[in-house]
């Protein structure tokens, strides 16, 4: 969908990035469905939590 709105646009990805202030990099991503909200993101890493639960493991 962004891609379309961005074609219709008439935008190149890299005009689209500067016009944003995002990258072109991440903008390609998004296109494609590979952005994810960092927020909600993997546990932290110096954290071992269940792969299915995401409960804390006790070590």
């Keep these: 969908m962004l ?3 961005r074609r219709a646009a008439r935008l190149t990805l890299e005009q689209l990035a500067e016009a944003s202030k995002v990258s072109a990099r991440t903008l ?3 296109e494609r469905g590979r952005s994810r ?3 909600t993101g993997p546990w932290p890493h110096w954290r071992k939590r269940s792969h299915w639960t995401g409960t804390p493991v006790s070590s």
């Design 3 to 5: 891609r379309a709105h």
């Design 28 to 30: 390609s991503d998004m």
């Design 37 to 39: 909200d960092r927020s």
